[in-house]
């Protein structure tokens, strides 16, 4: 018989309810502001959309890369499953099932929100996309699965990789010109803060696994 939920775990989850769901509600507040013609937002997004066009020009053929392998075929399906399929390897089935989950509820909101906000896209795309600017799906699926790795592999070179590859992507998604950069800044809290949401409903089970996996060094 499984022992029931402890308070470790009950705070662990609370914390990251309490940081994801004003963290989501930020994400719809800047998309409000992003829809609005009065807003500062705009004015700052057009300056970075013609900034970026001349800034790290050997960068670029980089954003074309991460243009097929942050979303997609690639990236919506490929990347999850390969992941999962690690972890399950990797005898960490609830993490495994912690990043498909998180991986499909932050392409859900996603998609919920670029429906709600109808953001037309810069027209100097060079990329081809769907419909809808906010948020960047391509950026909240590199924040999930920063996020992801840091709750399941809590190291400080973890953080800093997943940082780094969050942040390389929405750099790359401006530079292409597929997103304003206040898309990118809604897309990596989007991907947080649902990950987190996901994190805190799986709280038992994966900090069981991880911290079981820990002992066994």
């Known amino acids: 018989m499984r022992r029931p939920a402890g308070d470790h775990e009950i705070s662990i989850a609370l914390r990251m309810t309490i940081i994801g769901i004003p963290l989501l509600l930020f994400a719809v507040a800047l998309g409000i502001a992003a829809a609005s013609t009065d807003s500062d937002l705009i004015d700052l997004d057009a300056w970075w959309n013609s900034y970026v066009t001349t800034f790290l020009p050997a960068f670029r053929e980089v954003s074309f890369f991460m243009n097929v392998a942050g979303a997609g075929v690639v990236g919506t399906y490929v990347v999850p499953l390969a992941g999962a399929a690690l972890l399950a390897l990797a005898r960490r089935p609830w993490g495994a099932v912690f990043f498909l989950l998180a991986s499909i509820v932050g392409a859900l909101?996603?998609?919920?929100?670029?429906?709600?906000?109808?953001?037309?896209?810069?027209?100097?795309?060079?990329?081809?996309?769907?419909?809808?600017?906010?948020?960047?799906?391509?950026?909240?699926?590199?924040?999930?699965?920063?996020?992801?790795?840091?709750?399941?592999?809590?190291?400080?070179?973890?953080?800093?990789?997943?940082?780094?590859?969050?942040?390389?992507?929405?750099?790359?998604?401006?530079?292409?010109?597929?997103?304003?950069?206040?898309?990118?800044?809604?897309?990596?809290l989007v991907g947080v803060a649902t990950t987190l949401l996901v994190a805190a409903v799986l709280a038992v089970p994966i900090t069981r696994e991880r911290e079981r996996r820990l002992s066994l060094g």
């Open 109 to 188: 909101t996603v998609q919920v929100l670029k429906g709600l906000f109808g953001r037309v896209r810069p027209e100097e795309i060079l990329v081809i996309s769907d419909h809808g600017s906010y948020p960047s799906g391509h950026t909240a699926n590199a924040a999930v699965i920063a996020t992801v790795a840091v709750i399941l592999f809590p190291r400080i070179w973890v953080a800093l990789v997943g940082l780094a590859w969050t942040l390389a992507m929405a750099f790359s998604r401006t530079q292409v010109h597929a997103h304003w950069l206040s898309d990118t800044f809604g897309a990596v």
